[in-house]
Structures are given as C-alpha cells and as structure tokens.
C-alpha cells in the first residue's frame, strides 16, 4: 500500500502540472508537517488557510500575518495530494505585499548587485555557491572544497537573490542574469541554500544541480565516519525541492549506515530551526528551543550530524550531544 501511494505521488509530482490554490479541497494533510501549525495550532496561519483565504477572495493583505509566519521549510508540498504550488503561492502573496521599511535595504543591495561586472569564467567545471552560515565558519568550508576537490567557490553565491524571494522583494532581470549567466556552461553546480536551489532548478532545468548535503554524503570517508547511534539532521528545504530523488536516497543511506534522521512517519525532513520571515531578518525572537526539543523528543543518539549550520547552535544549545557538520566527519578522530 506504501509502495502504491509513493508511486502515485511520484508520476503526480514528475508528470503533473503544478496547480494553485483555487485547487484546495480543505483536506488538512499540510497541517500535519506544518511547524508553524504545531507552534501556534491557528489554521489561518497554514497553507490550508492561506488557499481558503484565496478561495474567498481574499487579498494578500489580508492574510499578511499568515504570509510572514511561513517558514518556507518546503514540507507541504510533497504531502499535498492536490499538487499545489504551495510555495510559489506564499512568495507570490510576499511580493504583492506592500514593501516595509526594512525592506528598503535589501532592495537598494540587489539593485547594487545588478550593476556588478560579470565574473571571469570558473576554472573548474564544478561550482560550489555557499550560504551565508557557511561563512561564518571557514574551517568548515575549506574542509568542503578539500573534500569535494576541484571546486570552485562562486565569486557570487546569489545570496542577496535568495533573501529577495524569501522577503518578496523584487529581483531586476539584469541582476538575475548576471547571476545565471556564471553557471550556465558549469557541468556540476553544488548549492547550500535550499531556497535557492529549489529556484535554479526551476531556471536551470537542464542543469545538474545538487544540494550541499548530498555532494558530502556522498563521498566515501564522510560515510565511513558516520554511525548507527547519529541523528542525521537533512536540510529540510533542499530536501523538499528534491523529494522524490532524495527520499530514496536518505532511504539507502539510512539502510546502509542505520543513523537515525529528522524525517516523520511521512519521510518529511522535520527542521532543527523553523524561522518565519520576521525571525529570519532579525525583527522577532526564534522559537529554536521549542523547535528542536519537539524534533529530538524520544530519540535515543549519541552525536547529532548537520548539513547545515545555520541549525548546529540550536541543535547544540538544546541537545546537550556533539554537534559536527558533515565535513568534518572527514577529519581523523571525530568526537
């Protein structure tokens, strides 16, 4: 039965086109993935709502509370049985939003971006475009460009583009292009941020495009190192912009290693660190605690792995375990 539904929802997400949400039927199955559903227990504030907002000729105004408490975190779409684009419907409403004074920034330093030289050509034909966490740790990073060899670090990670389409702040098409334009002769394009990814893929649809935690777990002496007593923690949106391949993937990896990982009865990635968009610019107060203390409630680890580490301080803060990102899994003597 299991098997059957997978492979219903496979040829629904492969072959069928993305719907919107005049397509909702109020089923609910959403509000079971939904961290801000288990947060707050307020249905406005779920992709259920937010459809049925729509359907009643509501206006993005009108659902702006519901709107900034998305956290983005994909999880809703693989479970939606109508195929919705769920997420292109909450960046969407973000973009007719009208602008906030914060938003003034952001948009003056994608505008600034725009106007940028091209970069020179990459030496390599493999990209590597970091997220903003990544930096703040250059150790880690140079163990990633040592381990993934042959890898260039993008001049350009396209981070200014990521929190436009987060914020709903307008991207000019001369900024993307000079943006796309780096990658489009690339064999291979490895990115951390998976809001990001999920939009090249979109822009990008024959290119290879593959998400940090998957270029790491796959290599050899990363896979060695981990043990059946991890709690392996998928970046949840690079794994929701990529569900039906990776489902699979993590699934042998699990078999072949016995780690434990953040997924539910559903094999929905459950995120360490659920930030709505006022959390994420710094405006509101994050509820990590409450986040991570429900995802390791009844689990029985000894050393929590990372493919992000915006999520190894909350992780590390709540858990009390050895928190390690995947590339340092490569280091001799590993805690």
């Known amino acids: 039965m299991f098997k059957g539904f997978l492979m219903f929802d496979f040829f629904k997400n492969t072959f069928a086109p993305r719907r919107n949400y005049s397509d909702c039927s109020g089923c609910s199955l959403c509000l079971l993935v939904c961290p801000v559903w288990r947060q707050h227990r307020d249905i406005s504030l779920t992709p259920h709502g937010h459809a049925k907002a729509l359907q009643n000729v509501n206006s993005a105004a009108d659902v702006v509370a519901s709107v900034e408490n998305c956290t983005l975190c994909m999880a809703c779409e693989p479970v939606c049985p109508e195929n919705i684009d769920i997420i292109g419907m909450i960046l969407d409403l973000r973009r007719q939003l009208a602008a906030p004074t914060w938003l003034h920034e952001l948009q003056t330093r994608v505008n600034e971006r725009a106007t940028r030289p091209v ?17 703040a740790y250059p150790d880690i990073l140079a163990r990633i460009v040592a381990l993934l060899r042959s890898v ?22 001369q900024r993307l292009q000079r943006f796309l334009t780096q990658l489009r002769q690339l064999k291979r394009i490895i990115v951390a941020d998976g809001l990001l990814l999920r939009h090249l893929k979109q822009w990008l649809p024959n290119a290879n495009i593959i998400g940090l935690g998957v270029a790491l777990s796959g290599h050899a002496v990363v896979r060695r190192n981990l043990r059946a007593t991890d709690l392996y923690v998928i970046e949840p949106r690079a794994y929701h912009a990529d569900y039906q391949r990776l489902v699979k993937y993590y699934d042998r990896l699990r078999v072949a290693h016995g780690c434990a990982f953040n997924l539910d009865l559903q094999r929905i990635a459950i995120p360490a660190t659920a930030r709505n968009l006022p959390q994420r610019l710094g405006l509101a107060a994050s509820n990590d605690d409450g986040q991570t203390h429900w995802m390791l409630h009844g689990r029985s680890i000894t050393r929590i792995v990372v493919e992000n580490l915006e999520e190894r301080a909350a992780l590390e803060k709540a858990s009390g375990f050895p928190v390690v990102h995947l590339a340092e899994l490569a280091d001799d003597g590993v805690t």
């Open 152 to 173: 260039n670090i993008s001049d350009d990670d396209g981070s200014d583009i990521s929190l436009a389409l987060e914020s709903g702040a307008a991207i000019p098409e």
């Open 119 to 135: 970069a020179p050509a990459p030496s390599s034909s493999t990209m590597l475009l970091p997220d903003q966490a990544l930096y």
